[in-house]
């Protein structure tokens, strides 16, 4: 499949086809029930829970619609809607038929998928369960993995398995091979036999080999479930009664969003984000930056002049024109917030440019707007819903760290990168800042940029930045709260080039020009080892050094020529490997 229709991620409960969203209570259950004919391309069926991009969009849609949609909900049960079937995971024929880019784009996804369930379960007291009732095997248990504890039905024939290795001769794509030794200890040699063992492990030698929590008979099977998410939702700290926020259809025109929009060159993307209108206030309830990096608002309060007039909050308990509750609680927030629009905005975008313009492997990352009105929406709380708001932005801004295209940032007068915002332009490779005196640009730091928004290294996008200089990161933490102009923000290291108003368009060109001159491939490695300095965690090894080697296999012979074990599988003729170790 070396070319494919344009992708849309964009989905919901009524037109899911894979999966069954079930909400009871506290309890909700997310059944894999894949329709064998509903693949998101041609040319193979979805035969056993199997599943391909189409069916992990749907699992992310119903993980983030759970977080929002659904606030009373407390533990999340996976499980497969087949007669002893969980999931067979990525179907075979669609990875045999496709491009390489469609490959890593893939496991990308679906690895991006799991991190959200297992954040979920971290950050928003949604704690997700597997039910595996019958096969798992590949993907299906990487699923598994992704849980907080795996409850194995022990009938005599259900098995675990990652058989990629010895049946497909490529690594299992999302996770699995780390999940196994850095989140449920699995011992190195115990982990290296499982891996090679294409039956997998069955019953009560899989809770031995601690590759699942327990192995439950037949009999008992559901009634353990439902104790085990019982209990699980007994432990979250979710509030008991929460407001929900719908998650409506983005409907884009093109690559032109409500708050977002992106221009297309012959190598280059422009995307511009948009900062919400002057005056249209957020959310009230103490849990705001103010323009001097403090706090605005208490509850029923507004902080200076973002309280006045239509657009923004009163004292009393009505709502703004961005759907926020005012007066007594302060604490409802609409769908047409404006972090939040902008977040799933921003998040649609990438989604769609990562998938379907792969030749465009510059990335230009702009922002329009008044500082002022940004840093209004600069959340300090990680109450309901601001802490969802938070993660999901996170989430988003870690999708743009794994992103393989060149990011760099424009700041120029009109430019609104602060505090949240400011995000984006420090996770770009370089940041260009105009210094033209009669006309200043500006930025300005708040406490989110010391932790509220971690890379998957852990670390602030200003730790990393200062990796070697910790003491220039708190140094910074003084100059919070203030704007900052082109030379001083040089002088910081918080930008990579400053030019004047003479030299600018030619530098910005100029950097544009060589950097669609050399090569994507050695681009994408530099850059992707350059955005995570500092320590390694389970993140960074699912996507650096695991994704890394998956990507260097699915281009080998051994796994992708016409002789390899992805061509030749199902066929009843051994792959014809080359023994040449490299």
Known sequence: MTGHPEVSFDTDPGRYRHIRLEVDGEIARIVLKVDESG???????????????????????????????????????????????????ANIRMLAQSSHAWKVNFC?????????????????????????NGTAAGGG?????????????????????????????????????????????????????????????RGQRAVEWKLVDEAVPRSKFEETVRRRAAEAAARSRRPATATPIPLPPLRPDGYVYST????????????????????????????????????VGGPGLAGGDLGAGGHGLGGGDGAGDDGVAEGGSG??????????????????LILRLRTNELERGTWVIRTEGDIDAVLAYDITTDEWPYGEMKHYFKRTLKRLDVTSRSLIALIDPGSCFAGPLLELALACDRQYMLDDPEKPSAIQLTRANFGDYPMGNGLSRLASRFHAEPDQ????????????????????GLVTFAPD???????????????????????????????????????????????????????????????????????????AYDRTRV
């Open 331 to 348: 604490r409802a927030v609409g769908e047409d917030h404006w972090f939040l629009r902008m977040t799933r905005e921003l998040d649609d």
């Open 260 to 295: 977002v929009k992106a221009e297309l060159d012959d190598h280059t993307v422009t995307i511009t984000v948009y900062g919400p209108e002057k005056g249209n206030g957020a959310q009230a309830g103490g849990g705001l930056s103010g323009p001097d990096g403090g706090e």
């Open 141 to 201: 248990y990487e699923i598994a993995l992704a849980c907080d504890r795996i409850i194995l039905i022990d009938d005599g024939s259900t098995a675990v398995s990652l058989p990629e290795v010895p049946l497909l001769g490529v690594l299992p794509g999302t996770g699995g091979l780390t999940r196994l030794t850095d989140k449920r200890g699995v011992r190195k040699d115990v982990a290296d036999v499982f891996a090679t063992r294409s039956e997998g492990v």
């Open 39 to 89: 693949g998101i391309v041609p040319g193979y069926d979805l035969k056993l829970n199997s599943y391909d991009l189409g069916v992990d969009i749907e699992l992310h849609d119903a993980v983030q619609r759970l977080r929002f949609e659904h606030p009373q909900v407390r533990a999340v049960v996976i499980t497969g809607g087949l007669d002893k079937v969980f999931c067979a995971g």
């Open 473 to 492: 990161v708190v140094k910074l933490e003084q100059e919070a709260g203030r704007r900052i102009d082109a030379a001083e923000a040089l002088e910081l």
């Open 501 to 575: 108003d003479i030299d600018w368009d030619d530098e910005v060109r100029l950097a544009l020009e060589e950097r669609a001159a050399l090569s994507p491939d050695a681009l994408t490695g530099m850059e992707a080892n350059h955005r995570f300095a500092g320590p390694e965690t389970m993140e960074t090894k699912i996507f650096g050094r695991l994704a890394a080697w998956q990507n260097w296999i699915f281009t080998r012979p051994n796994a992708s020529s016409p002789e390899g074990a992805l061509r030749r599988y199902g066929t009843g003729q051994r792959p």
């Open 108 to 132: 990308k996804f679906t690895n991006e998928t799991r991190n959200a369930i297992e954040d979920a379960t971290a950050h928003s007291g949604q704690t997700y369960l597997a039910a595996i």
